[in-house]
């Protein structure tokens, strides 16, 4: 069974630009959620989409945005791109069940420069 | 509000060596469940163990166990002879029970360092 697949792995973006992001769920897992990952803020968590809808989001601004598609992938979005937005983005993917875990992906590494 | 605190930043320890690793968490929830993942160079987080707040049992598998004791709000990790494949960045977390909020609350993470 394939895992959580995160692409790309690395991205070097400029400020200003945008970024976009994806994310392939474990198969059969609806839940997706997306976290940051910075040395200084440690793991904080952006957004969760479930059966294409947002479920819950976190303390980011607008600037950082996703959508879920039909099929469960999901994509992020980062527009306007600002030096501390360098991070490793980790995606996650979970059964609807409360009682379960989640699995993420090897992560994007984002460095804006 | 919810917290997950791992007191120790950083642990090196020889190989064969015991060591745990100390998480303490916060909540007002009365269910809840607690994580431990590890995350290797690789970047990903690999998922070890998942605890709900009503099973204070105690778990082992192979050389890692875990005690689960809510009377000190603690989730503690031990990795018995440890080796040098141990080596990585654990994390602790919290989420809550009820509702369909999925968001995990982290600690900031132990990194071990298990030497040859």
């Known amino acids: 069974k394939a895992g959580v697949t995160q692409t790309p792995r690395y991205l070097i973006k400029t400020r200003g630009q945008q970024v976009t992001l994806s994310c392939s769920p474990i198969?059969?897992?609806?839940?997706v959620s997306w976290y940051q990952q910075t040395p200084g803020q440690g793991l904080q968590f952006l957004f969760e989409?479930?059966?294409?809808?947002?479920?819950n989001k976190g303390n980011f601004p607008g600037r950082f945005s996703g959508r879920q598609f039909s099929n469960s992938r999901s994509e992020m979005n980062v527009s306007t791109l600002e030096l501390g937005d360098s991070a490793l983005y980790l995606c996650?993917?979970?059964?609807?069940?409360?009682?379960?875990?989640?699995?993420f992906g090897q992560g994007t590494r984002l460095t804006v420069v | 509000a919810q917290k997950v605190t791992q007191a120790q930043t950083e642990i090196s320890v020889v190989e064969k060596e015991d060591v745990t690793l100390d998480c303490v968490y916060e909540?007002?929830?009365?269910?809840?469940?607690l994580f431990w993942y590890k995350q290797p160079p690789s970047g990903e987080l690999v998922f070890l163990i998942r605890?709900?707040?009503?099973d204070e049992q105690n778990e082992i598998s192979g050389r890692y166990s875990w005690n689960f004791q809510k009377s000190t709000s603690s989730f503690n990790f031990t990795i018995t002879a440890s080796q040098v494949v141990d080596s990585a960045v654990y994390f602790c977390?919290?989420?809550?029970?009820?509702?369909?909020?999925?968001?995990?609350?982290w600690g900031l993470g132990t990194s071990l360092a298990v030497n040859p």
């Open positions: 996650a993917s979970s059964l609807e069940a409360r009682n379960t875990e989640a699995f």
């Open positions: 198969s059969g897992h609806r839940s």
């Open positions: 989409y479930f059966s294409e809808t947002q479920r």
């Open positions: 909540t007002r929830d009365t269910t809840y469940y």
């Open positions: 605890r709900n707040s009503f």
């Open positions: 977390a919290l989420r809550r029970g009820a509702g369909n909020n999925r968001k995990l609350i």
